[in-house]
T-cell receptor, first 116, second 113 residues
């Protein structure tokens, strides 16, 4: 049973336009959500996160929106740049699942291609 | 230059052989993790360790073993009992109090022939 779902395996966007990546979750215990970016043959890098007490968090060109009632979050990238082309993973955790460690549940990822 | 180092980056092994993947971090993080990624799949947790000499099974621990004798090191052994070991393996670490902000190594690609 997939607790974190990214239903779009891929997304193509023109440079300069907005990229919107979506993520749905089923476990209502999740209270912390993250987005990771991954280039081929490299480890993922942390991009942005949001706690369940917020509905929006911004960091430069990246904004994450959380809709708890719909169990849905989205990552907006504005403006999109060719260097943003990567696989984006949505992840969720229960923030206090254990002292000092956080078990993340990942979605399958969405491959974003930004076309120059 | 702090970070996580995984080695080797690429590894080929014959079926039935045990393989150990190395993971070393100099971030002074207490928690370390091993994930597995398969094509078109998300990352799945194999094992994690919150502190030296302690570790817990993740979602797909069968066929794997780990040790945590030092804070900096968390090696993963892929045993012959793992039915489908060919995959991309990722090691990560995290700081206490920073929920979910894992720092990942560059990964090790294991191919079993």
């Amino acid at each position: 049973d997939q607790q974190v779902k990214q239903n779009s395996p891929s997304l193509s966007v023109q440079e300069g336009r907005i990229s919107i990546l979506n993520c749905d979750y089923t476990n209502s215990m999740f209270d912390y959500f993250l987005w990771y970016k991954k280039y081929p043959a490299e480890g993922p890098t942390f991009l942005i996160s949001i706690s369940s007490i917020k509905d929006k968090n911004e960091d430069g060109r990246f904004t994450v929106f959380l809709n708890k009632s719909a169990k849905h979050l989205s990552l907006h990238i504005v403006p999109s740049q060719p260097g943003d082309s990567a696989v984006y993973f949505c992840a969720a955790s229960v923030a206090y699942s254990g002292a000092g460690s956080y078990q993340l549940t990942f979605g399958k990822g969405t491959k974003l291609s930004v076309i120059p | 230059d702090g970070g996580i180092t995984q080695s080797p980056k690429y590894l080929f092994r014959k079926e039935g052989q045990n393989v150990t993947l190395s993971c070393e971090q100099n971030l002074n993080h207490d928690a370390m993790y091993w994930y597995r990624q398969d094509p078109g799949q998300g990352l799945r947790l194999i094992y994690y360790s919150q502190i030296v000499n302690d570790f817990q099974k993740g979602d797909i621990a069968e066929g794997y073993s780990v040790s945590r004798e030092k804070k900096e090191s968390f090696p993963l052994t892929v045993t012959s009992a793992q039915k489908n070991p060919t995959a991309f393996y990722l090691c990560a670490s995290s700081e206490q109090g920073r929920a979910g902000e894992l720092f990942f190594g560059e990964g090790s690609r294991l191919t079993v022939l």
